[in-house]
């Protein structure tokens, strides 16, 4: 089974998907995680994208569907994945067509204020990768996982939020409709828990229907 998860940034995507990731054996493929790493490793191609990243623009697509296809085509994608940030715009849905089936798209709703707010208190490890919230219960500043101090990014810095976000609604949200004969709406204002349960329940059913 190949999932999208659609939602604004901020909207609780990349947990979910974690989720999905750990109780259906999906693997979890972030495009942003990609270019990050990739810039980590000071690659060509994170360093081209890098600029665009920290405005909170798209990347072009010739760069962004290089770095998609050479993760989708390793083999533990033939057991199935969840796409977190790809496709993200109408053009990058039909190159998505050539590469690979799409069974259902996971739409996480988030009204734009509350988006703004979690991204503003969001904090990131630089180790691990794993995020945290200044406003959640327990918040130290240091990694829950590995400890390490966590920083912000600079696309969660106020500028660039805005910019990502207007991106999301022009570019990102026509997918809807693209995406409306397999679509699973679920809203992100509870906990991340309530968020997964009707979409748990709603991928386990169909495993039964199998
Ligand atoms: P994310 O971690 O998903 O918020 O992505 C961080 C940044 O990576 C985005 O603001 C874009 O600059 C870039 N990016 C990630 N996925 C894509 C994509 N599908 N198309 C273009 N740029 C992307």
């Known amino acids: 089974m190949n999932l999208i998860l659609l939602g604004a940034q901020g909207s609780g995507k990349g947990t979910l998907a974690k989720n999905i990731s750990r109780d259906f054996g999906l693997v979890q493929i972030s495009t942003g995680d990609l270019f990050r790493e990739s810039i980590a490793k000071k690659e060509k191609l994170g360093l081209k994208a890098q600029a ?3 405005r909170g623009e798209l990347v072009p697509i010739e760069l962004t569907l290089k770095i998609l296809n050479e993760r989708i085509s390793k083999p533990d ?9 790809f496709p993200r715009s109408i053009e990058q849905a039909e190159a998505l067509k050539e590469v690979a089936n799409i069974d259902y798209v996971i739409n996480v709703e988030l009204p734009y204020e509350e988006c703004v707010a979690r991204l503003t208190t969001r ?3 630089p180790n691990c990768g794993d995020i945290d919230n200044m406003t959640y219960k327990g918040y130290t500043g240091n990694c829950r996982k590995c400890g390490t101090p966590l920083f912000q990014r600079d696309d969660d810095k106020p500028e660039a939020i805005k910019t990502r976000l207007e991106v999301y609604e022009k570019t990102t949200t026509p997918l809807i409709n693209f995406y409306s004969d397999r679509l699973f709406k679920v809203s992100s204002l509870g906990t991340p828990e309530d968020t997964y349960r009707p979409v748990k329940d709603f991928l386990s059913n169909l ?3 199998k």
């Open 123 to 125: 904090r990131t490890c």
């Open 207 to 209: 495993g039964r229907k």
């Open 77 to 85: 994608c033939k057991k199935g994945f969840i796409l977190d940030g």
């Open 52 to 54: 665009y990243m920290n």
